[in-house]
């Protein structure tokens, strides 16, 4: 089994996509080579492949890197499932996997949600989608500043706070503030419990 990320951009058009798009394509070459792995396609789509551990992970990677940029959010739908048809282009790949995710993608639009995921797995699904919905009144609602912190502390975590306190030239105390209000251990409790409920699968 395999895990695809289906994503598209919340209000990319009234930002100049130079602002963010390089930005998640240098964050997306961490996970493995365009087009076979992930590719950004009609403009402010994007699709990556990743193993099932790794989803959530991969999620909250590309949503804190999204929400550092002014006004801009980011939907996606996780599938997991097989991959029946490998392809040097990952759009052009199929399975359930892929099949979940962008179907997922379209509900979760159509429903006004940023987060869901599809499994083969029914109670898994519900299990994950509430606890989801959940950290989506958070995930939503992360400013900037503290967005910009969280990716930091999710894509490396040798990071200190003393380290992002240099880099954002900021105090340690603003550093753990934000931290605090991002409920990052909450988020570290969330990836663990995901990784329990996917290895159920």
């Known amino acids: 089994m395999i895990a695809v990320i289906t994503g598209d951009i919340i209000n ?15 964050l997306l070459q961490t996970y493995g080579e365009t087009p076979e792995y992930w590719e950004i396609y009609r403009g402010d789509e994007f699709q990556v492949k990743c193993d099932i551990g790794s989803a959530f992970k991969i999620f909250l990677a590309i949503k804190s890197l999204i929400c550092s940029h002014e006004n801009l959010d980011v939907r996606m739908a996780i599938g997991i499932g ?32 940023t987060l869901a995921i599809q499994t083969p797995n029914e109670k898994v699904d519900r299990d994950l989608n509430i606890v989801f919905k959940w950290c989506s009144i958070d995930f939503d609602n992360w400013t900037p500043a503290v967005a910009e912190i969280i990716h930091e502390f999710i894509t ?46």
Do not use: C, H, M
């Open 12 to 26: 990319s058009q009234s930002t100049d996509a130079e602002v963010w798009i390089n930005d998640l394509k240098k």
């Open 82 to 113: 097989e991959e029946q048809f490998t392809s040097p282009k990952i759009t052009e790949s199929n399975g359930t996997a892929y099949v979940n995710s962008g179907r997922l993608l379209n509900d979760i639009k159509t429903a006004g949600r």
């Open 156 to 201: 490396n975590k040798e990071t200190t706070q003393e380290d992002l306190a240099k880099k954002f030239s900021i105090s340690q105390s603003s550093v753990s503030q934000r931290l605090k209000r991002a409920n990052l251990d909450l988020i570290k409790e969330t990836d663990t419990f995901f990784r329990k409920k996917i290895s159920e699968l």
